[in-house]
């Protein structure tokens, strides 16, 4: 049998090949991981935004059927959508157009209505 110097048999995988594979592996996982991840938080969160989005349908549509001409100022109030309490905010102005007002609606999860989570612009008229 004869032997080349310099060459080896193919018996397998170097370490090193086996690291640069393991290598390879780690970071699709980590980009797979991460990928999971934040389609989880986005899921989440429109989850909690649904119920003030119907608040908010809710709202406007109270308006519209009682034409509620509101004075500028603040008005806060309560909502109960589908068993669930939505806080909200009206902050009307005047604008330079005659007998129309502009709103903006802020609707909150938590009654200290500290942070709004979603913001809405109306605008009325008698």
């Excluded at 969160?45 to 059927?65: M, Y």
């Excluded at 509101?70 to 669930?84: F, I, M, N, V, Y």
Aim: proline share 3%.
């Amino acid at each position: 049998m004869i032997r080349m110097i310099g060459k080896r048999p193919d018996d397998g995988f170097t370490l090193l090949e086996v690291m640069v594979a393991l290598f390879i592996l780690a970071i699709l996982a980590v980009a797979v991981s991460q990928g999971v991840h934040q389609r989880t938080r986005t899921s989440l969160a429109e989850a909690q935004r649904v119920p003030l989005i119907l608040c908010a349908r809710a709202l406007g549509a109270e308006f519209t059927v009682t034409r509620y001409w509101p004075s500028t100022g603040r008005h806060e109030g309560e909502l109960d959508q589908a068993g669930q309490a939505c806080f909200w905010r009206l902050e009307v102005d005047s604008t330079q157009v005659r007998n129309m007002r502009r709103g903006t609606l802020s609707l909150f999860s938590e009654a200290a209505r500290e942070h709004a989570e979603l913001r809405f612009t109306l605008f009325f008229s008698p």
